[in-house]
Structures are given as structure tokens and as C-alpha cells.
């Protein structure tokens, strides 16, 4: 249905494009032919007219020839007919004689022939016929039959002949010539059907393509960031159409963070307001507390234990509310990230040494150095978060925990990986989208605050944090951290496991 619109301005371009290059040559072509033709006509024209005189000339020289010879054979034949002649074979020796007979009213008395190859055919001509001296009561004629050359009477045939086909010749050329032109012409036309054919489908494949990426365009351009023109080809348009929807894609994932990275700022505003509330009434109640159990005078011992009691459980609580707040400040006073270049693997490795109490579960396995530009202190923060997170899960799922840390350079060598393994359960599908998020978590003492606080730092790195869908090697969760590459610290080759890993000291 596409291809019965009308055609647009672009196609319209190529369509005449098509048709002057292919009508160029048939039009030169049939140009150059009629140029030729008329000169050759003019030329053929004053040559078959002197051919026609000439052959006209020598075809009445023939035939006066042959009027000549008439007559004198006429002549030659009354001569014959006043000697004695008794028997035809007496005119043997006549030359040019080809038949001789002797009539006696209707019959023929007696006759001779040459002897063939004699004398050559006779021009169709009626014998001579003439009266002899009679010598009986009947009268009596001679017929005689002369011929002439077979050489000069071939020879006026083929004059003849000549001279008929050349007037074939003179009719001919006046009908051949339209043929030619009016072939031509047909033979352009189709040419064009053709070209309009072709240039159309062609026309039409390239503006459908364009038609397609402009739409993409529009659709970007209203903010639908899902839009990819997918192309399978390997052509000019289809590069376009890769690099659109690698630039779609781009767009895509910085809008999510943006986005992403509003929100948690909304939440820190949140969780700082909510941190400074709670925490100023905590040392108040605290103090007053106090106060009551120790300012009782009362001598009511039972009392006494429940005053005490309050005062542990407050306490206790109140610990927790202010661990709460901790976090609650952590998140919302998250620093400014200052990048550093950093040997990953070095940090990694110091973070490992940091930790004594991960130091059972943690394997590193890093290889060559793998220059990022990070900051240091915040990279330990993400690993302290998500280590404990795999840490949690493993041990919550009744195993011994084991964590794999690997530090690779990604093939580009523009973004260092930071891979976290472990071998807890991993997270179910419908999480997967939400953890996240600030406040999401599924422990019972949890904030849900630690894969935020990680998410973030690492975006405002430049890099990026993702859940692989793939099982990971340990059977649990995985975690690919990518931070922006040193430029120019070049490609290396992908980390090699060593079996076990390296174990940290
Ligand atoms: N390695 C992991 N394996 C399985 N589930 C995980 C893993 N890491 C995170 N999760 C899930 O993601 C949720 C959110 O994690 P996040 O670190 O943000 O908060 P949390 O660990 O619950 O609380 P907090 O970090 O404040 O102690 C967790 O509650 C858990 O359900
Ligand atoms: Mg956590």
C-alpha cells in the first residue's frame, strides 16, 4: 500500500534524476542516428540517382541493340528466302541460325536445329517467317529462328534486374527509416517505465527508512525514551539508524539517573529533616528518665525494679532510634565525591584488609592494575554496603558466606568493572527493580538505605550499579559496579579467576 502513494519531494528528485541519466544515451543515440542517416540518405540519394541513369543508358543501349539485331535477322531472312532453298539443312552454315523450318500451309515439310551450345538462346522474339518460290501447288514459307549471344542477353537480364532492385531499394529506405525511430521511441519508453520503477522502489526503501527515524526523532523528541529503529543492514542509513538508537539509549539511562538522582535528593531532604526531629527530643527523654529513677525516694522496692526496668528498655530504644538517626544523617550528608586517580584493585584490597570479620568470606581476584578515577573513600563506603548486604543474605539463608570481589577493565578501556558475587539466594525478579530505592529492604532491623547510598555515589562518579539477571558463578546475587577508566590506561585482558580466588590476609 505504500508504494501507490503519490511520490514526495525527495523521491520526485531521484525519479528525475533516474530519467535523465537513462533517457541521456537513447535520446543522444537516436540523435546522432537521424544526424547519420540523413547524410547517409542525401549521399545514397545523388549516387542511386546516377546509378539509375547509368543503368537506365545501358538498358536502352540493350534493347536498341536488340531492335538492331531484329532487323537485320528481318533482312538476313528475306535474303535466305530468295535463294533455293530445298531443305532446311541447307541453311546450316548460316550464322546465328538457330532453327530453320519449311511450312506447307499449317504443316511443317521439314526442319532443322543447331546442334545445342551452337549458338546461344534466342531473345524472345517471333521467328521471321517468309515466302519461298513455290515449286508445288501449295505455297510454301520458311521459318527461321536466330538468336543472339547468351553472354549479352545474361548479361541485359542481369542489367535488368539490377536495375529493379534498385528502385526496391528506393522504396525501402522511406519505410525502414520510421521503423528505426518508431523502435526507439518504444525502446524509451520502456527505459523510463523501468527507471520510474526502479527509482521509485529505490526511492521509496530509502525515504521508508527515513520516514522511520524521523518518526523515531518525533517520538524521542515527546519523550518516549523506548523508541529503537533496530536496523538489520549494514549500509549508510542503517549506521544512522545504530547510532540513533545508541544515542536513544544514552539518553535513556541519563534520564534515569536523573531522574534517580532527583528523588534521592528529595529522600536525603527527607531523611535530614526526619533525623533532626528525631534526634532532639532522644537526650530530653533520656535525661528525664534518668531523672525518675534516680530522684524516687519512695520506699516501694517493686516500684523501685520498674522505674529501673523503663529506664534499661528507654535506653535500649533509644540506642536504636539513634542508630537510625546515624544512618539517617549518613544518607542525607552524603559528600561530595572527589575523584582521584586509584589503583581499583588497591582499594579493594585495603578495604578487604580493613575488615577482619569479612576476612573468612571475602576472595579478591584482581590481576593487572586497573586505574579509575574515583574516590577512595566512598568506593569503600559501596563495597562496605554491598559486602555486607551479600554477607546478610548468605548467612540468613542458613550458609557459610562467600563473597567474591573481582576488579576487571572493561574491553572499551573507558569504565573499570567492580563485581560482587556472593553465594546467598540472589533477588527475586519482582525486587529486582525496587532495591534500589531508599526505604526498600526485607530485613527486620534493615533501613533499605544502604544499596541507595551506593547508587548513588556511584552515579555522581560518572558510572553506573546493575543487577545482572544471569545466574552468577557463586549461585547468588551479582553486582556490577562500573566506574569511569583512567584515560588511556588501555585495554587489558579479562580477569582470569584463579581457582578459589585470592585469599585475603
Ligand atoms: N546480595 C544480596 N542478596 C540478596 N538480596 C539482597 C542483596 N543485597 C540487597 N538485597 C536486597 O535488597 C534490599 C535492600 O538492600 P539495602 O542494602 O538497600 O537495604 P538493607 O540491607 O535492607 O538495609 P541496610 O542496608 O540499611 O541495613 C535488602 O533488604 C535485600 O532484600
Ligand atoms: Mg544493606
Redesign the pocket.
Known amino acids: 500500500m505504500k508504494l501507490l502513494r503519490l511520490p514526495g519531494r525527495f523521491e520526485w528528485k531521484i525519479l528525475l534524476a533516474l530519467f535523465i541519466v537513462a533517457s541521456l544515451p537513447l535520446g543522444a543515440a537516436a540523435y546522432l542516428m537521424s544526424v547519420t542517416i540523413g547524410r547517409i540518405e542525401a549521399i545514397t540519394f545523388q549516387h542511386q540517382e546516377a546509378v539509375r541513369q547509368s543503368l537506365g543508358g545501358a538498358v536502352d543501349v540493350y534493347k536498341a541493340y536488340f531492335d538492331k539485331m531484329k532487323d537485320s535477322f528481318r533482312a538476313r531472312a528475306n535474303e535466305i528466302a530468295t535463294g533455293p532453298v530445298d531443305h532446311a539443312a541447307d541453311l546450316a552454315e548460316v550464322p546465328d541460325l538457330l532453327r530453320a523450318r519449311i511450312l506447307a500451309g499449317t504443316r511443317v515439310v521439314d526442319e532443322w536445329s543447331a546442334a545445342p551450345n551452337v549458338i546461344a538462346d534466342a531473345h524472345e522474339a517471333p521467328p521471321n517467317l517468309v515466302a519461298l518460290p513455290s515449286v508445288g501447288p501449295e505455297p510454301r514459307l520458311l521459318e527461321v529462328t536466330f538468336g543472339i549471344p547468351r553472354e549479352i542477353y545474361s548479361n541485359f537480364l542481369a542489367l535488368r534486374a539490377a536495375m529493379e532492385e534498385e528502385h526496391e531499394l528506393d522504396r525501402l529506405l522511406p519505410v525502414v527509416l520510421p521503423r528505426i525511430f518508431h523502435g526507439l521511441g518504444v525502446a524509451l519508453v520502456a527505459v523510463l517505465a523501468l527507471a520510474a520503477a526502479l527509482g521509485l522502489f529505490i526511492a521509496r526503501r530509502a525515504t521508508g527508512r527515513v520516514a522511520t527515524l524521523s518518526d523515531a526523532a518525533r517520538r524521542v523528541g515527546e519523550g518516549d525514551l523506548t523508541v529503537r529503529v533496530a536496523p538489520r543492514g549494514s549500509d549508510e542509513l542503517d549506521d544512522l539508524g545504530r547510532a540513533f538508537d545508541r544515542m536513544v539509549a544514552e539518553l535513556s539511562e541519563a534520564r534515569s539517573r536523573l531522574v534517580y538522582l532527583q528523588k534521592v535528593s528529595a529522600w536525603q531532604e527527607v531523611a535530614r529533616r526526619l533525623a533532626h526531629e528525631i534526634k532532639n527530643p532522644l537526650t530530653p527523654i533520656q535525661l528525664a528518665v534518668q531523672e525518675l529513677a534516680s530522684t524516687y525516694r519512695g520506699g516501694d522496692p517493686a516500684y523501685q525494679r520498674l522505674l529501673e526496668t523503663a529506664q534499661e528498655i528507654l535506653n535500649e530504644e533509644v540506642g536504636a532510634i539513634r542508630r537510625l538517626v546515624d544512618?539517617f544523617s549518613a544518607f542525607a550528608k552524603l559528600p561530595k565525591v572527589e575523584p582521584l586517580p586509584v589503583d581499583l584493585g588497591q582499594v579493594v584490597d585495603d578495604f578487604a584488609r580493613a575488615h577482619p570479620e569479612w576476612q573468612e568470606a571475602l576472595h579478591v581476584d584482581r590481576h593487572a592494575p586497573v586505574e579509575a578515577l574515583c574516590d577512595r573513600m566512598l568506593v569503600r563506603r559501596v563495597l562496605a554496603?554491598?559486602v555486607?548486604?551479600?554477607v546478610?543474605?548468605?548467612a540468613a539463608a542458613g550458609k557459610k558466606p562467600m563473597v567474591r570481589l573481582a576488579v576487571a577493565l572493561d574491553a572499551s578501556g573507558r569504565a573499570a568493572s567492580l563485581t560482587?558475587d556472593?553465594n546467598?539466594?540472589?533477588?527475586e525478579a519482582p525486587?529486582r527493580d525496587r532495591?534500589?530505592d531508599?526505604y526498600?529492604?526485607?530485613?527486620e532491623?534493615?533501613?533499605?538505605?544502604?544499596?541507595?547510598?551506593?547508587r548513588k555515589i556511584v552515579l555522581d562518579h560518572g558510572g553506573d550499579i546493575r543487577l545482572t539477571d544471569a545466574p552468577a558463578p557463586l549461585g547468588?546475587?551479582r553486582?556490577v559496579v562500573t566506574l569511569p577508566a583512567l584515560p588511556g590506561a588501555g585495554p587489558t585482558a579479562p580477569p582470569r579467576a584463579t581457582p578459589g580466588g585470592r585469599r585475603i590476609p
Do not use: M, R, Y
Open positions: 544512618d554496603n554491598l555486607e548486604n551479600a546478610q543474605a548468605a560482587v556472593d546467598g539466594p540472589g533477588v525486587s532495591i534500589f531508599p526498600v529492604t526485607t530485613k532491623h534493615g533501613t533499605g538505605l544502604g544499596l541507595a547510598i551506593v547468588g546475587a553486582f
